[in-house]
């Protein structure tokens, strides 16, 4: 069973401080998707990374793949009220998603 | 607004009932999926639809079934309802078989089992 851990499950900051969290998994994925989820709404793509190594940024948010595909990290800088919500992984698997359980995010101004 | 719509947004309901969630893709998407999403956890992918035709099956119960439709919107049949079924349920489209294709997701259906 293919499984994506996503660490840590909850983080609380102050705006202005930097965070970074993880998506790791023993097995190997062709590629990995986050998402953020506010609260009462669906899940909705940051970004999908396929090349091992591959770095992506979007704004204030940095995106790296692992060298053998089986982790990954989002990294934001200087995080913003904004920011607050759940982060999902998403590791591709044939034809499914295999999701983590999130982590949940809160930026306090 | 992702152009996935789910009704009934919330449905509350009695243990032992059986209920119907319903969705449409956005135009033109043939894929649609089906989440269940408990309290502060991640999703859990239930069952995949393309083109009319079930591709995938997730973590779905034997309660539960879903269909595709000829005009490409899904329903979601839960029966014998359980307390334990209370979730959000998500749809969500993408514009082919393929989960590497990015998924839309809908705005949810809130299920209470009372």
């Known amino acids: 069973t293919q499984l994506l851990e996503q660490s840590p499950q909850f983080l609380s900051i102050q705006e202005g401080e930097n965070l970074t969290v993880y998506c790791n998994s023993s097995?190997?994925?062709?590629?990995l998707q986050w998402y953020r989820q506010e609260p009462g709404e669906g899940p909705v793509l940051l970004v999908t990374?396929?090349?091992g190594g591959e770095v992506k940024k979007l704004k204030r948010l940095t995106f790296q793949f692992g060298d053998a595909r089986k982790d990954s990290s989002l990294h934001i800088t200087a995080a913003q009220p904004g920011d607050t919500g759940l982060y999902l992984c998403?590791?591709?698997?044939?034809?499914?998603?295999?999701w983590g359980a999130g982590t949940k995010l809160i930026i306090k101004p | 607004d992702s152009g996935v719509t789910q009704t009934p947004k919330h449905l509350i309901t009695a243990t032992g009932q059986r209920v119907t969630l319903r969705c449409s893709p956005r135009?033109?998407?043939?894929?649609v999926y089906w989440y269940q999403q408990s309290l502060d956890q991640g999703l859990q992918f239930l069952i995949q639809?393309?083109?009319?035709?079930?591709?995938a099956k997730g973590n779905i119960l034997e309660r539960f079934s879903a269909q595709q439709f000829p005009d490409l919107h899904s329903e979601l049949n839960l029966s014998s309802l359980e307390l334990g079924d209370s979730a959000l349920y998500f749809c969500?489209?993408?514009?082919?078989?393929?989960?590497?294709?990015?998924?839309?997701f809908g705005p949810g259906t809130r299920l209470t089992v009372l």
């Open positions: 135009s033109g998407d043939l894929s």
């Open positions: 097995s190997v994925f062709s590629s």
């Open positions: 969500a489209s993408s514009d082919s078989g393929r989960a590497l294709n990015e998924q839309f």
């Open positions: 990374v396929v090349t």
């Open positions: 639809y393309y083109n009319g035709e079930e591709r």
């Open positions: 998403a590791g591709r698997s044939n034809y499914q998603l295999i």
